[in-house]
């Protein structure tokens, strides 16, 4: 797989976020960590909990919460991206190691089966699950972080979690129509496109058959700084690192 195509597919992924959070929820882009392609950063605004470190076994209430997805040079075949929060406040969760990173689900990147794909919109918004405390989510049968059963139980058994309803951060939409028909798979470029419609053309042209170009598939809108191009809601650019460097 190029660069040319990882750049594709992270634009895709990255619009796919933007459109499946409310304003409750701040997705940027920033510059990249060595070693990795591409870096975003999420603010969360609803209540929650959050520790100090490893060794930190009492949970504190916040009103927000930041964690950051890191894109590795080897994504989407080969690597899927690494979810951790903010130094000094990791959410308090039996999903969330006591480190600061997040488990996510199993990476799955398969070409021939797209349907099966797991997508960057997915492992957000269960990380945003995660940290309202979302009960469809825990996972008490492979905890990461155990020495918060006993709390996350009583919390949930007594009604308190989750912390605020899904629909205040996630569009009663959002993410459905990413994680189901979205392909995972690059994007061909415009000029691609105009070949591929060119020639189409020509071939339907000399059968007497020609087809509309409204039958041809179109890439999807490539998002670029202030643009206000309908169903694109990015407004910086994603800085992916150049092949090679």
Not at 152 to 160: N, P
Not at 212 to 217: N, Q
Request: aromatic share 6%; charged share 25%; net charge positive.
């Amino acid at each position: 797989m190029t660069n040319e195509d990882k750049v594709d597919i992270l634009k895709n992924e990255y619009r796919d976020m933007l459109e499946m959070v409310t304003n409750k929820v701040n997705i940027k882009s920033i510059d990249p960590k060595p070693g990795f392609i591409a870096q975003f950063e999420v603010t969360v605004n609803a209540p929650s909990y959050y520790i100090t470190g490893s060794g930190d076994t009492n949970p504190k209430p916040t009103d927000q919460m930041k964690f950051y997805v890191e894109i590795p040079e080897e994504y989407p075949d080969k690597a899927g991206p690494h979810v951790y929060y903010a130094q000094g406040k990791y959410l308090a969760s039996i999903n969330a190691y006591r480190n600061g990173s997040q488990c996510i689900d199993k990476w799955v990147y398969d070409p021939e089966h797209a349907g099966r794909n797991t997508t960057l919109s997915g492992a957000v918004r269960k990380t945003i699950m995660d940290i309202i405390h979302d009960p469809t989510v825990s996972r008490y049968d492979s905890m990461a972080n155990s020495s918060l059963e006993s709390w996350q139980r009583s919390k949930t058994s007594s009604g308190e979690f989750p912390t605020c309803r899904l629909s205040e951060l996630i569009r009663p939409d959002g993410g459905v129509r990413s994680e189901k028909t979205r392909t995972a798979l690059p994007v061909k470029s415009s000029q691609t496109v105009s070949r591929v419609r060119t020639a189409s053309s020509a071939q339907n042209a000399d059968s007497g058959n020609t087809r509309s170009a409204s039958h041809m598939r179109t890439p999807l809108p490539t998002c670029t700084a202030g643009s206000d191009t309908a169903g694109c809601r990015v407004r910086t650019p994603l800085p992916v690192k150049a092949e090679g460097r």
